[in-house]
T-cell receptor, first 114, second 111 residues
Framework: AQTVTQSQPEMSVQEAETVTLSCTYD???????LFWYKQPPSRQMILVIR??????QNATENRFSVNFQKAAKSFSLKISDSQLGDAAMYFC???????????FGQGTILTVHP | KAGVTQTPRYLIKTRGQQVTLSCSPI?????VSWYQQTPGQGLQFLFE???????NKGNFPGRFSGRQFSNSRSEMNVSTLELGDSALYLC??????????FGPGTRLTVT
């Protein structure tokens, strides 16, 4: 079984600044994946970035990067040069060997101020 | 490639009725998963289909069922609707079963 915890219900950032969203997870599996998804007001769930647990190198995707601390079971998302379009609900998500099942955190609402 | 599509986008039903939601995955994706999203419970996994077989199921009552066709399109059915079934239902497809790509969802309101 997997659990995902996001302790920040809401975060805000000024446009062009950097913000970090926190996430901790728990899993009994040795082979698992971690993701960050965003869900803007349109409700369309969008994959932002993925991290394979067996990879030590932190994933990056343009302005988005993660800090994956496997021993601490921590998986934070850093958004650099924040843009108004980054405003959304961000979900930390875990996937493993359970076919097709992703486990979502509670989400963090990110507000970007111009 | 076209993304995941879901129909209908909005639906209003009455308690006791049944409803069928449809999902067309990204071309080439054989895995389709369904999720229920509510303000109180967040996102919860319903079930996953791969090559017309249900491989995994979440903790939902038997009123929730699904199927997948040979072209990978999937349908989800909810029978004897309850007020608590009001939710956004999300379908996602995957090439590997790991990263998933979501459709826009179907907003179901039960009155």
């Amino acid at each position: 079984a997997q659990t995902v915890t996001q302790s920040q219900p809401e975060m805000s950032v000024q446009e062009a600044e950097t913000v970090t969203l926190s996430c901790t997870y728990d899993t009994s599996e040795s082979d698992y994946y971690l993701f960050w998804y965003k869900q803007p007001p349109s409700r369309q769930m969008i994959l932002v970035i993925r991290q394979e647990a067996y990879k030590q190198q932190n994933a990056t995707e343009n302005r988005f990067s993660v800090n994956f601390q496997k021993a601490a079971k921590s998986f934070s998302l850093k958004i650099s040069d924040s843009q108004l379009g980054d405003a959304a609900m961000y979900f930390c998500v875990a996937g493993g060997t359970s076919y097709g099942k992703l486990t979502f955190g509670q989400g963090t609402i990110l507000t970007v101020h111009p | 490639k076209a993304g995941v599509t879901q129909t209908p986008r909005y639906l209003i039903k009455t308690r006791g009725q049944q409803v069928t939601l449809s999902c067309s995955p990204i071309s080439g994706h054989r895995s389709v998963s369904w999720y229920q999203q509510t303000p109180g419970q967040g996102l919860q996994f319903l079930f996953e289909y791969f090559s017309e077989t249900q491989r995994n199921k979440g903790n939902f009552p038997g009123r929730f069922s699904g199927r997948q066709f040979s072209n990978s399109r999937s349908e989800m059915n909810v029978s004897t609707l309850e007020l608590g079934d009001s939710a956004l239902y999300l379908c996602a497809s995957s090439p590997t079963g790991h990263e998933q790509y979501f459709g826009p969802g179907t907003r179901l309101t039960v009155t």
